[in-house]
């Protein structure tokens, strides 16, 4: 649908949000210990923040859950019932405050898991999903989504995205029939627009994604890979913090005659990612698994998905507990 422009009052933004609350669960930052920034359900409008430059955890969760089961199942003697999970009782949630570069993560994980067979887990998620991103008015140097084709006032993903105004006001952008039914049902809330202009940080180009893409092509067995992966010790905060990594596991648990199938997150760069049962591991070494998170990343998915894997959130770098720098690494790998 074309695009509506509209304008909403700060003061208007609580009765907004209170609005939101009542036929939905809302999913908003909030400030924690440890100048942490989390996610939480339904907190009071008092307590979301907003002027946080990222969360510490992406919000992926919300159409990918960290564990989410598959199935469950009855076993006998004889047989086993497969009992199918309700996916008609997901709810309808609301994700307010996210960033342009988490709600862009969106179509990143649809190209994903809607990339040969659609996954009904995801897709009900989504289609059951209503994003009020939040244009970025601060960055530091973590950031880099303007490197990976993004904005820090992108508007993909998002289906109403608001950009602050120096008066506190808002720019209202309403992108999809999802926003234009929030806009329907309160109309009193949203003005017609002013020509001041959005308040919104500068985020500098450090490489480009596709030189990277094109250098990576022939750069499989370079010596970069071992040069640059010394310091990492393969926790996996980075792929636990990423918007876009979509690695799973899927196990079964049994107790007594009933169980569940179900699958949780996952990661290429731990050890057992790819460990055989005969004991042969494809990626023995750290220097292979740091290869494969970004050869995924900027090759084999623009390749395969016609998507980059990556938003600039910076979340990897600045969750790295051994400063594994993925733009300087992405800067260095275009010059080699």
């Known amino acids: 649908m074309e695009t509506t422009r509209k304008l909403i009052r700060k003061q208007s933004l609580e ?26 359900y339904n907190p009071p409008f008092a307590e979301v923040a907003s002027e946080h430059i990222r969360s510490t955890l992406s919000v992926k969760n919300l159409v990918f ?3 989410e089961n598959l199935f469950l199942f009855t076993n006998n003697r004889t047989e086993s019932t497969i009992i199918d999970i309700e996916l008609y009782k997901i709810p309808q949630v609301v994700l307010w405050g996210a960033h342009p570069c988490d709600n862009a993560a969106f179509d990143i994980l649809r190209s994903i898991f809607c ?24 960055s530091d140097d973590y950031c880099f989504c303007t490197s990976t084709g993004l904005a820090p006032d992108s508007q993909k993903g998002s289906d109403i995205l608001l950009s602050r105004l120096q008066s506190g ?38 490489f480009s994604h596709e030189q990277v893409t094109a250098k990576l092509a022939n750069a499989f067995e370079h010596p970069f890979w071992i ?7 393969g926790c996996g905060a980075c792929a636990y913090v990423c918007p876009t990594c979509a690695c799973f596991d899927i196990q079964d ?14 990661s290429c760069g731990f050890g057992l990612f790819t460990l ?11 220097s292979q698994r740091w290869r494969q998170r970004i050869m995924h990343k900027f090759s084999y998915m623009p390749d395969r998905n ?29 010059n080699i």
């Open 253 to 266: 648990e049994t107790k007594g005659k009933n169980g569940k199938r179900y699958r949780s997150w996952d």
């Open 65 to 67: 859950p960290k564990v």
């Open 15 to 40: 009765k907004l949000y209170t609005h939101l609350l009542a036929g939905n669960k809302v999913y908003a930052p909030v400030n924690a210990s440890n100048n942490q920034v989390e996610y939480k």
């Open 306 to 334: 016609e998507s980059l894997g990556c938003v600039g959130c910076g979340r990897c770098s600045s969750g790295c507990p051994v400063d594994m720098n993925i733009s300087e690494q992405l800067e260095a790998l275009q």
């Open 115 to 138: 990339w040969d067979i659609k996954d009904e887990f995801f897709t009900q998620r989504v289609e059951k999903l209503t994003v009020i991103g939040f244009a970025c008015h601060k």
């Open 276 to 286: 055989h049962t005969s004991g042969h591991n494809p990626r023995h070494v750290q």
């Open 227 to 233: 040069e640059n992966s010394l310091r990492c010790i």
């Open 169 to 206: 006001d808002y720019v209202a952008d309403i992108l999809t029939e999802k926003g234009n039914a929030i806009l329907t049902a309160c109309p009193a809330l949203f003005e017609e627009p002013t020509d001041e202009k959005p308040v919104i940080t500068e985020v500098k180009v450090k």
